[in-house]
């Protein structure tokens, strides 16, 4: 098993390098490349407890896709993602258990509802590199990863309930919905606990390696802590990631050069191995397909995969309107209220506060808008994955579940990932073409933005080293100010040789190298801290900020590198 186990690893991992070589999507290569494998008579069977499938691959998976979430983003586009990850698996697991209990009654209405539940989510892992590859637009990144992230916890909460109701637990929608709020509560608390803490950490701990270790283990505990205390796990990796995320800058520059390329890493063989499983559950479904029930359970398939295919647009189109109407509802009120001077007198009622602008207040009553070919990409992109294959291997260990119906479970659940990568995944670059789909337009306001807050950085820093020049003046005296030019001159053109633009004069007392770097590591702070301002009052795009950022971290970590393999004077 072991030996298998780093095969498939090792063949995935090469796959999907040449995916990335060649510039075509890696999950999608991979997975076909493991279905014809399963063909041959020499690729043993890998099996994998679903349980420890979901323990293992979906804790750092989840985490490192909510470190790369934008916050600000995730946010402003909540009521869009709440809406998908929560009531459309709701939706999707009930139309789907019906439609499962009318072809297949010997499943039973719990039984269906259960394989409902398992289908019902698109998956994180899928959403995020089909779409990165696809580079569609941040809007519709933002929405699709947001969703991911929080579906699965929707998911995995209805299967717990419909598990417990095959099992013989006398349970009700009022105790269906009591779980699903102590999940989130428990799993949200557990998250924030664990990112708080790890946050602490990650500002008093000045080894990146040991941060970064910590990070790859930190998501494992969280989610087990949560599982266990009967919260939801996905939530509480999803919450304690978007809260490091958020303060990853405020973290040394060496922790978020060391955890980049590690998570990078992570994710290629995690993501690899996972649609290689996929693929190679091909050989275990042909087995589970029995020929007396063969016609059944693929016509249960079909109109499975049927059923997600069209229930995903045909809630988000009227939802979307929906949502829309409401919105322009708390907009005239909100003018009412502006216009009667009740919301200026709100304002003055809360002393210590600042004062919310009525730009900031249309901000917060407004999503962020989706025209109604966002809205078509939106629903296309409703691969499945891990997810689903792990729930269903877990279900078809219920002891409650016959032979029969474990191995429909198993086999649907197989159908639909697979159909849904394929068909959905290779037709979506054909799809944003043909719409029109490009992020052209977040270039542009990326570009413009980026050129704003350079200058309003290059603003800030400059003021910071005049600030600097009278302690100069008074440290080394007025013969030292052409060296504290010289290096204004080139801070101005953002350039980092400090040594070059020492003066050497005798008799002086000089400023050391030590007194240089520690300027300009000062100048660099100011500059972070302009982009964090920026950041907070949502006047730059988070994804742009990290950009701008990392920019800085390689001016700080040329600025160490020199210091360190400069020649020592000699005494």
């Given at each position: 098993?072991?030996?298998?186990?780093?095969?498939?690893?090792?063949?995935?991992?090469?796959?999907?390098?040449?995916?990335?070589?060649?510039?075509?999507?890696?999950?999608?290569?991979?997975?076909?490349?493991?279905?014809?494998?399963?063909?041959?008579?020499?690729?043993?069977?890998?099996?994998?407890?679903?349980?420890?499938?979901?323990?293992?691959?979906?804790?750092?998976?989840?985490?490192?896709?909510?470190?790369?979430?934008?916050?600000?983003?995730?946010?402003?586009?909540?009521?869009?993602?709440?809406?998908?990850?929560?009531?459309?698996?709701?939706?999707?697991?009930?139309?789907?258990?019906?439609?499962?209990?009318?072809?297949?009654?010997?499943?039973?209405?719990?039984?269906?509802?259960?394989?409902?539940?398992?289908?019902?989510?698109?998956?994180?892992?899928?959403?995020?590199?089909?779409?990165?590859?696809?580079?569609?637009?941040?809007?519709?990144?933002?929405?699709?990863?947001?969703?991911?992230?929080?579906?699965?916890?929707?998911s995995l909460t209805l299967y717990r309930v419909f598990a417990a109701i095959i099992a013989g637990a006398a349970l009700n929608v009022w105790d269906g919905i009591w779980q699903f709020a102590l999940a989130v509560v428990i799993g949200v608390v557990?998250?924030?606990?664990?990112?708080?803490?790890?946050?602490?950490?990650r500002m008093r701990v000045a080894d990146p390696v040991v941060i970064g270790t910590f990070g790859l283990l930190v998501p494992f505990g969280a989610y087990a802590i949560a599982e266990h205390l009967g919260g939801s796990g996905v939530l509480a990796v999803v919450a304690m990631g978007l809260y490091v995320g958020f303060n990853a800058p405020r973290t040394d520059y060496t922790t978020r050069q060391q955890e980049a390329p590690l998570w990078l890493s992570a994710d290629l063989l995690l993501e690899s191995f996972v649609f290689a499983y996929i693929g190679l559950m091909f050989r275990r479904v042909l087995s589970d397909l029995g020929s007396e029930s063969v016609e059944h359970i693929l016509l249960l398939s079909g109109a499975v995969l049927l059923t997600v295919l069209l229930v995903r647009p045909l809630y988000i189109y009227p939802a979307h309107a929906f949502a829309r109407w409401q919105q322009r509802v708390r907009l005239r009120r909100w003018e009412r209220a502006s216009t009667a001077g009740r919301f200026e007198q709100k304002q003055r009622t809360r002393p210590g506060r600042q004062p919310t602008t009525a730009e900031q207040m249309k901000k917060r009553l407004t999503e962020p808008e989706l025209s109604w070919k966002d809205n078509a990409i939106i629903s296309w992109a409703g691969m499945r994955g891990v997810v689903t294959l792990a729930t269903a291997l877990a279900a078809a260990d219920l002891a409650a579940l016959d032979d029969k119906s474990s191995h429909a479970v198993v086999v649907v659940a197989f159908i639909v990932t697979v159909a849904t990568l394929m068909l959905q995944g290779l037709t979506l670059p054909f799809l944003i073409k043909k719409l029109g789909i490009a992020s052209d337009v977040d270039q542009a306001e990326d570009a413009r933005a980026t050129a704003a807050v350079r200058k309003r950085s290059r603003e800030a820093g400059m003021a910071f080293l005049e600030e600097k020049r009278d302690e100069w003046t008074a440290k080394y005296g007025p013969s030292e100010m052409?060296?504290?030019?010289?290096?204004?001159?080139?801070?101005?053109?953002?350039?980092?040789?400090?040594?070059?633009?020492?003066?050497?004069?005798?008799?002086?007392?000089?400023?050391?190298?030590?007194?240089?770097?520690?300027?300009?590591?000062?100048?660099?702070?100011?500059?972070?801290?302009?982009?964090?301002?920026?950041?907070?009052?949502?006047?730059?795009?988070?994804?742009?900020?990290r950009e701008l950022m990392a920019a800085i971290d390689a001016e700080e970590l040329a600025l160490d590198t020199r210091g360190a393999t400069r020649p020592q004077s000699r005494a």
């Open positions: 098993m072991d030996a298998t186990l780093f095969y498939v690893l090792v063949g995935a991992v090469v796959v999907a390098a040449i995916a990335r070589w060649r510039g075509w999507p890696a999950p999608l290569l991979v997975t076909v490349v493991a279905l014809a494998a399963s063909f041959l008579p020499f690729i043993p069977e890998l099996e994998i407890d679903g349980h420890v499938l979901l323990n293992v691959v979906l804790p750092p998976l989840l985490y490192s896709a909510a470190l790369d979430v934008s916050f600000v983003g995730f946010k402003r586009s909540l009521p869009q993602i709440r809406r998908l990850g929560i009531w459309l698996v709701l939706l999707t697991a009930v139309v789907v258990g019906l439609v499962a209990w009318l072809i297949l009654p010997a499943l039973t209405l719990p039984g269906a509802l259960l394989l409902g539940a398992i289908v019902a989510p698109p998956d994180a892992v899928s959403a995020a590199a089909i779409g990165r590859k696809l580079g569609l637009p941040r809007r519709i990144m933002t929405v699709l990863s947001g969703e991911s992230l929080i579906n699965d916890a929707t557990v998250g924030l606990v664990f990112g708080i803490v790890l946050h602490q950490l052409k060296t504290f030019d010289v290096f204004t001159k080139r801070m101005s053109r953002v350039e980092t040789e400090t040594e070059q633009i020492q003066v050497v004069e005798e008799n002086v007392v000089r400023p050391s190298y030590d007194d240089l770097t520690a300027l300009m590591k000062g100048w660099l702070h100011v500059r972070r801290e302009v982009l964090l301002a920026e950041r907070d009052a949502d006047n730059l795009d988070e994804e742009v900020m």
